[in-house]
């Protein structure tokens, strides 16, 4: 879900009757819909809205993969073709003032109609394109063998004992679930997992030149977020890991925090937002990440599906969470601001439009309330995915 500025329409992306099928839907804010459009689909529905109001779409046409753009009136726009391998399939992108930059992985078993894993993995790449499609740059990606001290194996070879897995090949490599592509100031962030495993790494490109300035070890997959100019967040939760690190230009580690969610980055740089843990009952909390790597409490949170949160510009953050319409304050006091008996596991994220509305979007429906909040806050990531547009870049 995105919007071209906060007076709306709302423009929503998701599946059709089948994941290989991508709907476009253009709304406004009263719930009228003003046209929708269908796409082939690779089972996750990719778009980017732009400042001037373009909405791209990638999907596949034929042997290759598109970004084509689409109006404000749902008319088709400029397209581009980026060349790539008839194995290959758009991961993520991320729409840059003069281009794109994609992440680039083996088509998905669902895409390729296969029931078994491949028997060769093609090695992942992030390129760098100008709006017409003409490549740049393009950085093979070498994700290498992957271990973690929480991953265990049980088998022949242990005498079926429970005992730690030595490092893997990754059978099959995809971009990460959240946050798998992001760009700020120079930099990029690109993470890509091992599907089966979900044990991934983070890697650093220069913006300009795609050369690899760093990246993280293998560790498991969690949420990310710009934290500044050439600065991310980078969190990991799984196999005993719970945590969020910051990371600089240079890719080194700056901080890290025992903690682990869906994070808002104030205009001072400050993180805070609703922990995310796979555990229920729920222990997670409302935290603020301190400068010297200590946790802030803030409410406790009941339930476990949870929106992206956004902040309004008095640094309230309003999130959607085990039925409930959630605010908590500056302060760090939680307010209910609405309940419901609903227990939806797909949620995306949370919008702040004009007049203190709210816009959530819930499965397959869309819900606006009228709340006392304030515009969007400024920073570099006040919403999930940065920004109204849904467009992960800080320039």
């Known amino acids: 879900m995105a919007a071209f500025d906060p007076s709306g329409p709302l423009t929503v992306t998701g599946y059709g009757a089948n994941p290989l099928v991508t709907v476009i839907t253009r709304v406004d804010l009263s719930g009228k819909v003003?046209?929708?459009?269908?796409?082939?689909?690779?089972?996750?529905?990719?778009?980017?809205?732009?400042?001037?109001?373009?909405?791209?779409?990638?999907?596949?046409?034929?042997?290759?993969r598109l970004l084509e753009g689409v109006l404000p009136d749902g008319s088709t726009g400029p397209t581009a073709r980026p060349e790539c391998r008839p194995d290959e399939e758009i991961g993520a992108f991320v729409l840059l003032d003069d281009g794109?930059?994609?992440?680039?992985?083996?088509?998905?078993?669902?895409?390729?109609?296969?029931?078994?894993?491949?028997?060769?993995?093609?090695?992942?790449?992030?390129?760098?394109?100008?709006?017409?499609?003409?490549?740049?740059?393009?950085?093979?990606?070498?994700?290498?063998?992957?271990?973690?001290?929480?991953?265990?194996?049980?088998?022949?070879?242990?005498?079926?004992?429970?005992?730690?897995?030595?490092?893997?090949?990754?059978?099959?490599?995809?971009?990460?679930?959240?946050?798998?592509?992001?760009?700020?100031?120079?930099?990029?962030?690109?993470?890509?997992?091992?599907?089966r495993g979900g044990i991934g790494r983070t890697f650093f490109l220069h913006l300009g030149s795609g050369e690899t300035v760093a990246a993280t070890s293998p560790a498991p997959t969690g949420r990310k977020a710009i934290a500044g100019l050439g600065q991310f967040l980078i969190g990991s939760q799984g196999y005993g890991a719970f945590t969020t690190s910051r990371f600089g230009r240079d890719g080194t580690e700056t901080a890290r925090w025992a903690s682990h969610g869906a994070m808002l980055v104030d205009k001072n740089g400050s993180a805070s937002g609703p922990e995310l843990e796979n555990r229920l009952p729920s222990r997670s909390r409302f935290r603020r990440l301190a400068p010297d790597n200590t946790l802030v409490d803030g409410p406790a949170l009941t339930g476990y599906y949870t929106s992206d949160p956004a902040m309004d510009c008095e640094g309230t953050a309003v999130f959607w969470r085990d039925g409930k319409l959630l605010a908590v304050d500056k302060d760090l006091a939680g307010h209910e601001l609405f309940a419901m008996d609903d227990s939806r596991a797909i949620i995306g994220r949370a919008l702040l439009m004009n007049e203190g509305c709210v816009a959530i979007s819930l499965d397959n429906e869309v819900l606006v309330f009228r709340t006392p909040l304030g515009p969007l806050a400024e920073g570099p990531w006040p919403c999930g995915e940065a920004n109204l547009q849904g467009n992960p870049l800080l320039s």
């Not at 269908?38 to 791209?56: C, D, N």
């Open 34 to 64: 003003a046209w929708q459009r269908a796409y082939p689909g690779t089972g996750r529905p990719q778009s980017r809205l732009s400042t001037e109001g373009t909405l791209w779409v990638a999907y596949p046409d034929g042997d290759g």
């Open 100 to 195: 794109f930059v994609i992440s680039w992985v083996s088509a998905s078993r669902l895409v390729r109609g296969e029931r078994r894993w491949p028997t060769s993995v093609s090695e992942p790449r992030v390129a760098r394109y100008t709006r017409e499609g003409e490549c740049l740059w393009s950085t093979p990606i070498v994700l290498g063998a992957v271990s973690f001290p929480g991953a265990v194996e049980m088998g022949d070879r242990t005498g079926w004992e429970v005992r730690p897995r030595r490092p893997w090949i990754p059978e099959e490599i995809g971009v990460d679930y959240w946050e798998p592509l992001l760009v700020s100031a120079d930099r990029i962030a690109a993470s890509f997992t091992d599907t």
